[in-house]
T-cell receptor, first 111, second 113 residues
Framework: KQEVTQIPAALSVPEGENLVLNCSFTDSAIYNLQWFRQDPGKGLTSLLLIQSSQREQTSGRLNASLDKSSGRSTLYIAASQPGDSATYLCAVRRRDNDMRFGAGTRLTVKP | SQTIHQWPATLVQPVGSPLSLECTVEGTSNPNLYWYRQAAGRGLQLLFYSVGIGQISSEVPQNLSASRPQDRQFILSSKKLLLSDSGFYLC????????????FGPGTRLTVL
């Protein structure tokens, strides 16, 4: 059974700091891994999708890496801003309709 | 561009009452559709998914059911709500390819009293 773990559960940083969020998964036989952002009381917004054959994806200040063999992904946020405050979720897709989510990392960026 | 709608946005229902949540997708055809529940302090739990009209797969046993009467419409129902049905319900869609991004709707906050 695929288990997805995100560490830390919560993180508070001052504005401008670079930070890394971690995601680990137990079954390396995945199709892809997706990072999402969730604001309080809102749905999930897709940030980055990494296919199983890829090592990383970048979008603006965000960079996500994937090491499938070790079951790890990281989301790097450069020059963090207060608007980045949200919960960040990673999810791995194993078989076609089997997407497993981590519990998320709640990020607070202080002005 | 594709858009996904959910309604209602919030709902407060008494125990034992029926439930109907609706999800519609615009700008795509033959999507895979999903219902998730997010309980307070817990991760997302997949409840149902559908790969086509009338095709529903259930991931967990419960008193909920789902239907897909049209290609881009997905409905979550219950005949009698339980307190444990409270949570944040999210609908999502994805293209038929296994490598496609999954997109989520704005969610419905259900409180059962």
């Amino acid at each position: 059974k695929q288990e997805v773990t995100q560490i830390p559960a919560a993180l508070s940083v001052p504005e401008g700091e670079n930070l890394v969020l971690n995601c680990s998964f137990t079954d390396s036989a995945i199709y892809n891994l997706q990072w999402f952002r969730q604001d309080p009381g809102k749905g999930l917004t897709s940030l980055l999708l990494i296919q199983s054959s890829q090592r990383e994806q970048t979008s603006g200040r965000l960079n996500a890496s994937l090491d499938k063999s070790s079951g790890r992904s990281t989301l790097y946020i450069a020059a963090s801003q207060p608007g980045d405050s949200a919960t960040y979720l990673c999810a791995v897709r194993r078989r076609d309709n089997d997407m497993r989510f981590g519990a998320g990392t709640r990020l607070t960026v202080k002005p | 561009s594709q858009t996904i709608h959910q309604w209602p946005a919030t709902l407060v229902q008494p125990v034992g009452s029926p439930l109907s949540l609706e999800c519609t997708v615009e700008g795509t055809s033959n999507p895979n559709l999903y219902w998730y529940r997010q309980a307070a302090g817990r991760g997302l739990q997949l409840l149902f998914y559908s790969v086509g009209i009338g095709q529903i797969s259930s991931e967990v046993p419960q008193n909920l059911s789902a239907s897909r009467p049209q290609d881009r419409q997905f409905i979550l129902s219950s005949k009698k709500l339980l307190l444990s049905d409270s949570g944040f319900y999210l609908c999502a869609w994805r293209g038929a390819s296994g490598t496609d991004t999954q997109y989520f709707g704005p969610g419905t906050r259900l409180t059962v009293l």
